[in-house]
């Protein structure tokens, strides 16, 4: 785990948080816990890494790059999207062709 993998968050953040919808809320059923102002000095939240991504050279026809690029910024990013969503969709049996 990397050191900046690592952030600190007090209690009145996390709530914050949780108002904003930006952290999941607790299971219904998970045991209801007290815990004390120690635990949450302490307390911290890790977020893991993505998979690092693969590079390859791709020869592509004209009109489909220039689809792609005149949607603004992130067209290889919707590529790999579209890649990716035909790649689920051939390995979900309902929805083969």
Do not use: C, N
Request: proline share 5%; aromatic share 6%.
């Amino acid at each position: 785990m990397a050191k900046d993998d690592i952030k600190r968050y007090s209690r009145a953040d996390i709530e914050a948080m949780k108002a904003r919808g930006e952290v999941r809320a607790t299971p219904a059923d998970a045991p209801e816990v007290e815990l004390d102002q120690d635990f949450w000095e302490r307390a911290r939240i890790v977020q893991t890494r993505p998979r690092r991504k693969s590079s390859v050279h791709l020869r592509l026809d004209p009109d489909i790059l220039q689809f792609y690029r005149s949607a603004g910024r992130g067209h290889l990013t919707r590529m790999a999207d579209v890649l990716k969503a035909y790649a689920e969709a051939q390995t979900d049996p309902k929805h083969r062709q």
